[in-house]
């Protein structure tokens, strides 16, 4: 028995470390530019371990944007977040809070912000359709909160609109190099001690355009 708990913590560890190693290399040159035998070399192991902890390249990336996925803010934890409020404006509040907490840590500077970013800008075919599972996870979530604020229905495109307007600033923090948002909007205050107070900026803007869509639809139906 303590033999085998040895080779499991010795296998966990070799597979914590080719996944990190992995995911720098991955973030730096994409899925396709990266190699196995590269990545082996650099977390000092074995060159079959990839194919002995994920069975291949494919279930290593996988892996990986899994981890870049947990380490930025997970779909349970923005569950979670929305299930423990009940009005829909403190919920879509604790949805971004938890997304921008985690763009303005340093978490999303790293491999993990940088590999989930590529993913947004040029898809691997390894990992695209899971990806996708998981942002139309969220999607969701943020839909259903819109529909509450609003009344629109989850298949009007107005409210898939109102998600994309929601969603653009978050992205922008993502994507954009910070330094240069920075050179641009000297102002612009993009650290973690400014979550809060952009959480409630963004929470704002987005509740001024929901109430005009409100409004909007009730003048329709009258």
Same mark, same amino acid.
């Given at each position: ?16 470390? #080719?996944?990190?190693?992995? !995911? /720098? ?29 994920? *069975? ?8 990986? @944007? ?11 934890? @923005? ?6 409020? *009940? ?8 949805? #971004? ?8 840590? &340093?978490?999303? /500077?790293?491999?993990? !912000? ?16 899971? *990806? ?5 996870? /969220? ?12 009344? @629109?229905?989850? +298949? +009007? &495109?107005?409210? %898939? ?6 969603? %653009? ?9 910070? *330094? ?5 909007? &000297? ?18 803007? %987005? ?16």
């Amino acid at each position: 028995m303590a033999l085998r708990k040895v080779v499991r913590s010795h296998g966990e560890r070799t597979r914590a470390k #080719l996944i990190e190693v992995a !995911g /720098r290399l991955f973030a730096e040159r994409g899925f396709h530019a990266a190699t196995g035998k590269e990545i082996c070399r650099r977390a000092g192991v074995h060159a079959a371990a990839i194919v002995y902890h994920f *069975h291949g390249m494919h279930g290593l990336y996988r892996a990986v @944007l899994a981890e870049a996925q947990r380490r930025l803010v997970s779909t349970e934890a @923005l569950s979670a977040a929305v299930a423990a409020e *009940h009005d829909p404006v403190r919920k879509l509040t604790a949805f #971004l809070a938890l997304i921008v907490r985690a763009l303005t840590s &340093p978490v999303s /500077r790293s491999w993990a !912000g940088k590999l989930f970013g590529r993913e947004f800008v040029t898809p691997s075919a390894a990992y695209g359709r899971s *990806h996708d599972r998981a942002l139309t996870a /969220r999607a969701a979530l943020l839909k259903s909160i819109v529909s509450s604020l609003t009344g @629109l229905a989850a +298949d +009007d &495109p107005a409210l %898939a609109r109102a998600c994309l307007n929601i969603m %653009a600033p978050c992205a922008v923090m993502l994507l954009f190099d910070r *330094h240069k948002l920075q050179r641009i909007l &000297p102002d612009l205050a993009l650290g973690a001690a400014d979550a809060a107070s952009i959480t409630q900026h963004l929470v704002a803007f %987005a509740i001024g355009g929901l109430e005009t869509l409100k409004q909007r639809g009730t003048s329709r139906a009258r």
